[in-house]
């Protein structure tokens, strides 16, 4: 059973930062990434990271850092705008098939 704890959500001002875990466990994953969303809005890729490499939207490229440790993803947010406030859910794609979310933190940018 695939199961994943985020976190490290928050309120942050404008020019901040933050950095989300996701820690996931019962597979193993070839593919490791965030996704964030707004109310009324669908839910957009952040970044993602793989075997290949690292994948970001053109939005956050710059600012945002990727990394992954063995299971546990990390997202290094830099130069936070209000723009970035959303949900970010963490989500892993299993070697053996399946996409997996976690459970969503809130992330909010604001003075």
């Known amino acids: 059973q695939v199961q994943l704890v985020d976190s490290g959500g928050g309120l942050v001002q404008p020019g901040g930062s933050l950095r989300l875990s996701c820690l996931a466990s019962g597979s193993i994953f070839r593919t490791m990434g965030w996704y964030r969303q707004n109310l009324g809005k669908a839910r957009e890729l952040v970044a993602h990271?793989?075997?290949?490499g690292t994948n970001y939207a053109d939005s956050v490229k710059g600012r945002f850092s990727i990394s992954r440790d063995k299971n546990t993803v990390y997202l290094r947010m830099n130069t936070l705008k209000p723009e970035d406030t959303a949900v970010y859910y963490c989500y892993v794609e299993s070697t053996f098939g399946g996409k997996y979310w976690g459970q969503g933190t809130q992330v909010t940018v604001s003075s």
């Open positions: 990271v793989t075997s290949s």
